[in-house]
Structures are given as C-alpha cells and as structure tokens.
Nanobody, 123 residues
Framework: QVQLAESGGGLVRPGGSLRLSCAASGFTLDYYVIGWFRQAPGKEREAVLCIDSSSDRTTYYVDSVKGRFTISRDGATKKVYLEMNSLKPGDTAIYYC???????????????WGQGTQVTVSS
C-alpha cells in the first residue's frame, strides 16, 4: 500500500528551526516527485516547494520561504526532509507531503498525501 507519513512538527519560537520528515512506504522515491504543502488557519492549502527525485531539482512556490526552507531526499531510507530555518509566525500551518509524477502547485497533480504535521511558530 502506497503511503506517506509526516513527522517532526511542533512548537518553535520565531527564528527557530525545524526539520520535517516525509516517510514513503509501498513505492520508491526514485521515479516520483515529493511536494510539501501547508494550510494555515482559515486559509486554503498552498504549495510550498517540490523536489523532483529524478533530477533533485527543487521548485519553490512561495517566495517568502526561499533562502529559509530547503528540501532533500534520502533514497535509501525513502524519506524526504523539509529543513525550515528562520521560522516566522506566518509559517504556522499544518504541513503535508504528497507524491505525484510532476512538480506542480496544483494539488490535483498529487496522488497520495500524508496526514499532515502541525508547525506552530510562536513566542
């Protein structure tokens, strides 16, 4: 069964860092993309960034995270990581990972989703 599971969320102070993990099971990461999305309270879910496993190319969809968020993958452990630095209160959201064939900001391009992990940035 193809599944994704996020972990690593929590409460962090502004300026702090968190590393989220997305663990894949039932498929290999080598042929798919992994996108990270987030949904802030009262807002729609938005694409944040995506990594294409075939090229290791990262596509950013939110300008405000450039220079602060990086995505990486470990094919051996079948995990994708989202490293978040210099966190701001505006980054507070539920973060989801999802997999598909192509990186896209459109959620419909992703076939399998994790359950989400809460990130709260507050003093």
């Amino acid at each position: 069964q193809v599944q994704l599971a996020e972990s690593g969320g929590g409460l962090v102070r502004p300026g702090g860092s968190l590393r989220l993990s997305c663990a894949a099971s039932g498929f290999t990461l080598d042929y798919y993309v992994i996108g990270w999305f987030r949904q802030a309270p009262g807002k729609e879910r938005e694409a944040v960034l995506c990594i294409d496993s075939s090229s290791d190319r990262t596509t950013y969809y939110v300008d405000s995270v450039k220079g602060r968020f990086t995505i990486s993958r470990d094919g051996a452990t079948k995990k994708v990581y989202l490293e978040m630095n210099s966190l701001k209160p505006g980054d507070t959201a539920i973060y989801y990972c999802a997999t598909g064939l192509f990186c896209s900001a459109y959620q419909g391009e992703y076939d399998v989703w994790g359950q989400g992990t809460q990130v709260t940035v507050s003093s």
